[in-house]
């Protein structure tokens, strides 16, 4: 299901088609859904603090939680103390709000807010109901709240929306769910406050929108390669030449795969669902290759003792003369949100 998807969504497949009455109701449900909203019938509350959601209107990954440690780590500079709220894709469902640490299990709290607060050093607290969240946050001292993946969520009033798009599939045939992967129209893009590009787009420029083609590019860059069992780090290139086993359960494994291989390696995929559970099991190979997985993926294993199992760090670059101005304008709508409250 996954490849025919796959196809459909990103490679032109005419099959879309099949799916264009399924699409039909899913506009109808999104745009009631928005008039609820708009019309105060569903309401929005507003936490007592700003709010920065990070999120996307594709499905799958774009690069929102590198995007979230880098806003995290950048507004913390600016003198500010974010809190991170998360869904907690991954983790067992719970009524309450539930705050997540470096040692928090994975398997409860789901393996990106963990991942979060390894990385980001910010406090972070998962729950469905993301304003319950924020208000736990700001109990615990934060001034700001990132909001990672909410960007559907209107429940929680947000003071600043960033939307990723993935460069490498972009939005792919730019249909909704289920003949294409949007989550919203494209002309939801027009709202948001800033669209950030994981890579340059793969897409002629006169197909895109203007808002597209005026986003700020980002790149992640691989830095270096840990066991799991944390005996070694050593720099990715220490790989180049060699055959690896890649592993990645995100919502774009090709994109982890592709960086491996632009640091010489030959890769045999093992791809997984996004959030998936990986058995250690499954990992056994029958041979000697070294195994690279992602970050989010290690955080599942612990410190196993194999040392075949690395962990690839990756860092977000943009360029600052373009993320400067950027930044500081979005520092410049916090401070005035903070003085009306």
């Given at each position: 299901m996954y490849n025919w998807l796959h196809r459909v969504w990103y490679e032109g497949a005419s099959t879309y088609r099949l799916l264009l009455p399924l699409t039909g109701l899913f506009w109808l449900l999104v745009m009631l859904r928005r008039a609820l909203y708009e019309f105060g019938?569903?309401?929005?509350?507003?936490?007592?603090?700003?709010?920065?959601?990070?999120?996307?209107?594709?499905?799958?990954?774009?690069?929102?939680?590198?995007?979230?440690?880098?806003?995290?780590?950048?507004?913390?500079?600016?003198?500010?103390?974010?809190?991170?709220?998360?869904?907690?894709?991954?983790?067992?469902?719970?009524?309450?709000?539930?705050?997540?640490?470096?040692?928090?299990?994975?398997?409860?709290?789901?393996?990106?807010?963990?991942?979060?607060?390894?990385?980001?050093?910010?406090?972070?607290?998962v729950d469905s109901d993301r304003f319950r969240a924020a208000e736990m946050l700001v109990a615990d001292g934060a001034d700001v709240i990132i909001a990672d993946d909410g960007l559907q969520h209107y429940r929680l009033a947000r003071t600043y929306e960033i939307c990723v798009i993935d460069g490498a599939r972009g939005l792919g045939n730019r249909r909704l769910l289920p003949a294409g992967p949007l989550r919203e129209t494209i002309a939801r893009l027009n709202e948001v406050d800033q669209v950030l590009l994981n890579g340059v787009l793969r897409r002629c420029v006169a197909e895109l929108s203007t808002v597209e083609q005026d986003a700020l590019v980002f790149e992640l860059v691989a830095t270096e390669v840990s066991r799991l069992n944390g005996s070694l780090t050593q720099p990715i290139e220490r790989f180049r030449g060699t055959t690896v086993h890649g592993v990645a359960a995100i919502g774009n494994p090709g994109r982890f795969f592709d960086l491996l291989r632009a640091h010489g390696m030959q890769v045999i995929e093992h791809a997984f669902p996004d959030h998936a559970p990986i058995a250690r099991r499954e990992l056994v190979f029958g041979d000697d290759f070294e195994i690279?997985?992602?970050?989010?993926?290690?955080?599942?294993?612990?410190?196993?003792?194999?040392?075949?199992?690395?962990?690839?760090?990756?860092?977000?670059?943009?360029?600052?003369?373009?993320?400067?101005?950027?930044?500081?304008?979005?520092?410049?709508?916090?401070?005035?949100?903070?003085?009306?409250?």
């Open positions: 019938i569903l309401g929005s509350r507003r936490a007592a603090a700003p709010v920065i959601v990070v999120g996307n209107i594709t499905v799958g990954g774009t690069g929102k939680t590198p995007v979230t440690i880098w806003l995290a780590q950048e507004l913390r500079a600016r003198g500010f103390s974010p809190g991170i709220v998360s869904r907690g894709y991954g983790g067992r469902k719970s009524s309450t709000s539930i705050r997540v640490g470096v040692a928090s299990d994975p398997a409860v709290v789901g393996d990106e807010p963990v991942l979060l607060a390894r990385l980001s050093g910010c406090p972070i607290v690279l997985m992602t970050e989010k993926d290690a955080i599942k294993f612990g410190r196993v003792v194999d040392d075949k199992l690395w962990s690839v760090s990756v860092a977000l670059k943009m360029n600052p003369l373009k993320s400067g101005p950027w930044l500081a304008q979005v520092e410049s709508r916090l401070r005035s949100e903070q003085e009306m409250r």
